[in-house]
T-cell receptor
Framework: DGGITQSPKYLFRKEGQNVTLSCEQN?????MYWYRQDPGQGLRLIYY???????QKGDIAEGYSVSREKKESFPLTVTSAQKNPTAFYLC????????????FGEGSRLTVL | KQEVTQIPAALSVPEGENLVLNCSFT??????LQWFRQDPGKGLTSLLL?????REQTSGRLNASLDKSSGRSTLYIAASQPGDSATYLC??????????FGAGTTVTVRA
């Protein structure tokens, strides 16, 4: 059945390492998003992509990078430049342009040791 | 910049009571508003989507209203159950692709 798959669910990283979080969707949606969620805070937008081979920075893009080579996939790399990477990361997708319903994956929890 | 506020931050009610959750936003130029549920350690599950031309949406025990002119939406959950315990978030979609989220209301339904 259709949905968004994020992997891994849990990830531990040593300081100075880059890590990549996977996000795959089979909903045939054009737009995909990455959000970060910290305890007691709302979701903050990291990057978003409206179409293949195009993406834009969100509100907290520093220390992160993305690619959108395929419609189904939108991986997020957390680089060593991200000063406080421990957080819950959520991937989402949306069809039907700006009026569509937003769907989320189950999330990936990253912990820096 | 769009600001989305959800008050209260937490709510505790006895089973069977109706729940009323509030969401306010500062810019009325939105395409739609969406309500989500989040269980601890999980992703967000979409509950209701209200387009800007609509006044309300209903799904089972859930009803959401939208008043764009006053920048408010209310989510009603009838006859609450312990299984309704979760965090409820609202999000508004402006005329670009950058949705804005509230911080959520954490609901506890006591058996």
């Amino acid at each position: 059945d259709g949905g968004i798959t994020q992997s891994p669910k849990y990830l531990f990283r040593k300081e100075g390492q880059n890590v990549t979080l996977s996000c795959e969707q089979n909903l045939n949606h054009d737009a995909m998003y990455w959000y970060r969620q910290d305890p007691g805070q709302g979701l903050r937008l990291i990057y978003y992509s409206q179409i293949v081979n195009d993406f834009q920075k969100g509100d907290i893009a520093e220390g992160y990078s993305v690619s959108r080579e395929k419609k189904e996939s939108f991986p997020l790399t957390v680089t060593s430049a991200q000063k406080n990477p421990t957080a819950f990361y959520l991937c989402a997708s949306r069809g039907q342009g700006a009026t569509g319903e937003l769907f989320f994956g189950e999330g990936s929890r990253l912990t820096v040791l | 910049k769009q600001e989305v506020t959800q008050i209260p931050a937490a709510l505790s009610v006895p089973e069977g009571e109706n729940l009323v959750l509030n969401c306010s936003f500062t810019d009325s130029a939105i395409y739609n508003l969406q309500w989500f549920r989040q269980d601890p350690g999980k992703g967000l599950t979409s509950l209701l989507l209200i387009q800007s031309s609509q006044r309300e949406q209903t799904s089972g025990r859930l009803n959401a209203s939208l008043d764009k002119s006053s920048g408010r939406s209310t989510l009603y959950i009838a006859a609450s159950q312990p299984g309704d315990s979760a965090t409820y978030l609202c999000a508004v979609a402006p005329d670009d692709y950058k949705l804005s989220f509230g911080a959520g209301t954490t609901v506890t339904v006591r058996a």
